[in-house]
């Protein structure tokens, strides 16, 4: 019976968006989720977008029928084209398949049971980031993987910590799934250089590891779709075989509607078509039976961006226009902070990169810019930049110089 069903926690983060929404103070700031948000503080439809909608009205055969258990097929098609690179061997050699998911959390699960089944070790793991986007964990749980952390950023010097890292994909089982931040990584904004890819793809040869690429924020961490790709290109070009959840909710502005798809790479060689087929046979099984066929509308608008060229050009303008926007709050906050003399470094607001900041903030100075001052942001001291604008950003770092203070 349901009547042993017992309570399970709030969601953190949302359980601080109520919290926001029934606070009534005018100061109030929003700090904790991951949203655009323009210098008004609004949610912002893309001007692309918006545009895209308006040809999708217009379209005569427009309906409403199910796609087919891949998804749209222009859509799949142009996003694969967009993460891989559209002169990419993977494409040139039909070594690749792509599901349309929901979102990159969708993706992120569809690659996580298609993976905790079909790879070889008893009981695979999947080595996460530490820290990582918070709900990794939950996913790969509810697939069965076993979860380990690999290092990545030093509160100490508030950069990578490359050395632990490489350490510990040095030690890890030969099979262990890798999961790599493509860019803009969440929560840290801390990307690894070139050099630093080159020899992490290095260790995961080494150790026979496999690599899968969350990609959540590409257009985010240079502004450039194509720079924004470097390390996902770097493996396929190294002929590694590799899996990419790509999300279409941050760069192009469509978080509700749910927009992403799930990449599954062969290695180059003989067989690498029939490998394909057979992982997208078995990805079409799993689609079918959790939902049955992806959702449309979203996937429509997004192939319409992609696909036209003047659309899909003033798309990267808007993608522009958002890193500028979240730039130049970082700029304000970090003079901000200098003007006030606040204690401590704060470099790091202006060298991380992408939507989020790790301030490097404590829990109980996050608690105290909660309760005083109507600030909110998730416990691990992470903002999202883009809740910051030009009439809250001063107010933001005078509540950051109280609480250092204290
Ligand atoms: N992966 C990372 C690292 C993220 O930060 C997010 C969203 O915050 C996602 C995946 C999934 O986002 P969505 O399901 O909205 O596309």
New binding site residues.
């Given amino acids: 019976s349901a009547k042993n069903v017992p309570q399970a926690p709030e969601d953190p983060l949302y359980g601080l968006v109520n919290a926001y929404l029934s606070d009534k103070s005018d100061k109030k700031i929003d700090l904790s ?2 949203v655009y948000r323009d210098d008004n503080a609004k949610p912002w439809v893309l001007p692309a977008v918006q545009k895209a909608e308006q040809l999708y009205q217009c379209d005569p055969d427009l309906d409403h029928e199910y796609l087919p258990i891949a998804g749209l097929p222009e859509f799949i098609n142009a996003a694969q084209r967009l993460i891989v690179g559209a002169d990419s061997p993977a494409i040139r050699e039909s070594r690749i398949c792509s599901f349309q998911t ?7 699960h569809l690659g996580g049971a298609l993976l905790s089944r079909f790879l070889p070790l008893p009981t695979p793991a999947i080595y996460l980031s530490s820290p ?2 918070a ?2 964990d939950q996913i790969f749980n509810n697939v069965g993987l076993a979860i380990k952390e690999y290092p990545y950023f030093s509160s100490k010097t508030k950069m990578m910590d490359f050395d632990g890292m490489i350490s510990v994909l040095g030690s890890a089982p030969p099979g262990s799934i890798i999961l790599l ?1 493509a860019c803009a ?3 840290t904004g801390v990307d690894p250089t070139h050099d630093q890819w080159g020899k992490i793809a290095k260790i995961i040869r080494a150790n026979r590891l496999f690599p899968f690429f ?4 590409q257009g985010f961490a240079s502004g450039s779709l194509a720079q924004d790709n470097f390390a996902i290109r770097y493996f396929i070009d190294h002929g590694f075989e590799l899996a990419i ?1 790509q ?4 760069n192009m502005g469509l ?1 509700g509607q ?3 798809a799930f990449h599954y790479i062969a290695c180059p060689g003989s067989g690498a078509q029939e490998i394909v087929e057979r992982v997208a046979s078995q990805l079409a099984i799993l689609q079918r039976s959790e939902i049955s066929t992806p959702p449309l509308f979203g996937a429509k608008i997004a192939s319409i961006v992609l696909n036209d060229k003047e659309i899909c050009a003033d798309w990267e303008k808007d993608l522009r226009t958002m890193s500028g926007r979240i730039n130049t709050m970082r700029e304000s906050l970090k003079q901000g902070l200098d003007q006030l003399q606040t204690p401590g470094q704060w470099g790091h607001i202006t060298s991380q990169i992408g ?2 900041s790790f301030t490097g903030l404590s829990k109980s100075q996050v608690l105290s810019l909660r309760e005083k001052w109507h600030v909110y942001m998730v416990e691990t001291g992470r903002i999202s930049m883009a809740g910051l604008n030009s009439g809250n950003v001063r107010y933001f770092a005078e509540a950051v110089d109280d609480v250092v203070r204290a």
Avoid: E
């Avoid at 929901?102 to 992120?108: E, N």
């Avoid at 999300?247 to 941050?250: A, I, L, M, N, T």
């Fill in positions: 989720v991951g929901i979102s990159g959390t969708g993706a992120v990582t986007w709900i990794h931040h990584h969440n929560p969350d990609c959540a924020y959840a999300s279409f909710s941050k978080y749910r927009v992403g939507m989020f």
